[in-house]
């Protein structure tokens, strides 16, 4: 009887916030026979509140996790279900045959849930916001991602003292909106796992006030600005006591450049990380490296843009307005060199930090020997 009246208190804190008032009037129907606490398969027909969507006519509740397989996505292009306002204990997604789309202005996963892509087969999409809801302390949720997988989440965000949200699985995590929590709930982000990557186009806004840090990446996960191509994603401070943004050793960010452009306004076409409502320390380097990923020009690209200055950044050693410690790169396109440059309000924006690519050495002198072989081929056809 405890486990029915605490099932019924959840529903009465909704407030029955259902899409389809019959939804939550089916959940306690069928948690007064006990709880669920079961796996149930979505079937490919039925939206997210309707009973007979789900195999067996039965409507997950907030014990339950919903299940999404071969016979719920069976084509390769995809399938979209809708329902706002819907509280499920989590999503598990195995062999889809292709995207998954759940369009709803609010999904709800209860009482520390998870949406589990580590055996999925295909990408899937909030298209609303992705929002925790369990006890008033502690409650989260997981986010876990199979490599070469993506969850793009329009609005990711949580109900009540969230503490930490763990982000891990080896795939990739985009918000093309925002994370926010607003009020006095706490949050950060555990981003754990090899290869496992955050980004998007939207803004990442922890409000963490006593785990000492807001976003955390460990050994081996990656920040890769935008989505696809080149792309900003912001990092804002406005609602945290701790660093924005830790970089653990062994932690990279992932950069694609353009076209090159100066250090006047505006620079190169290429990601861009930008950092607003910043306080001092809020971006923690431990020798990080940007990996370009083989692409570049000459020119100039601003990598960071900060709305305060220098003292952002923890971690760097500097020479003048050369980096010369604490962030460095790899696999920058072929032929080419570049120096990492912190702006100083005359040369760049202040505080900036911005890549200067040009030819190699070894290039330059090529070209010149190739040039003088060319006058001297011409002084003699003369």
């Known amino acids: 009887m405890s486990a029915f009246l605490s099932a019924i208190t959840d529903l009465a804190r909704a407030g029955f916030r259902s899409a389809r008032p019959a939804a939550a009037l089916a959940a306690v129907l ?17 939206q997210l509140y309707d009973a007979a969507g789900w195999d067996g006519g039965v409507l997950p509740t907030t014990a339950d996790v919903g299940v999404f ?10 399938n979209t279900f809708s329902g706002s306002n819907y509280y499920i204990g989590g999503y598990r997604v195995t062999d889809i045959a292709g995207p998954l789309t759940i369009n709803g202005s609010t999904t709800y996963i209860y009482n520390g849930g998870t949406v589990d892509l580590s055996n999925a087969s295909a990408d899937m999409s909030f298209l609303g916001t992705l929002r925790s809801n369990g006890p008033y302390t502690g409650a989260n949720y997981t986010l876990t991602v199979a490599p070469g997988r993506t969850l793009t989440v329009n609005s990711l965000t949580y109900s009540r003292n969230a503490y930490t949200i763990p982000i891990n699985g080896g795939g990739t995590i985009l918000v093309t909106t925002e994370t926010n929590g607003g009020g006095t709930n706490r949050v ?11 980004g998007g186009s939207g803004i990442w806004r922890p409000s963490n006030t006593n785990g000492g840090y807001g976003v955390r990446m460990n050994s081996g996960t990656v920040v890769a600005p935008g989505n ?9 401070g406005s609602q945290s006591g701790q660093a924005i943004l830790t970089m653990a050793s062994g932690s990279t960010f992932s950069f694609e450049l353009g076209t090159g452009g100066s250090f006047a306004s505006p620079s190169g076409d290429s990601d861009r990380l930008d950092f607003t409502a910043m306080a001092a320390g809020d971006v923690v380097f ?19 843009d ?13 020479s003048g307005q050369e980096i ?22 005359t040369t760049g924006d202040a505080g900036d930090i911005y890549l200067q690519v040009v030819p190699e050495p070894s290039l ?3 070209v010149a020997a190739a040039a003088g072989s060319v006058a001297v081929m011409f002084r003699r056809l003369r």
Do not use: E, R
Request: proline content about 2%; overall charge negative.
């Open 228 to 236: 696809a191509g080149a792309g900003t994603t912001t990092f804002d």
């Open 188 to 198: 950060a982000y555990d981003v754990t796992d090899a290869g496992t990557t955050i």
């Open 324 to 345: 010369t410690a604490g962030l460095g790169y790899s696999n920058l396109g072929g032929g080419l060199t570049g120096t990492l440059v912190m702006g100083d309000g």
């Open 30 to 46: 069928l948690l007064s026979g006990g709880a669920q606490a079961a796996d149930i398969t979505k079937l490919p027909t039925g």
């Open 69 to 78: 397989d071969s016979s719920t996505v069976p084509t390769a292009a995809g």
């Open 306 to 318: 900060t709305d305060l200055d220098a003292s952002t950044w923890t971690g760097l050693t500097m």
């Open 286 to 304: 431990n020798s990080t490296t940007i990996d370009f990923l083989g692409t570049g020009s000459t020119g100039v690209f601003k990598l960071f």
């Open 364 to 366: 330059l002198a090529a």
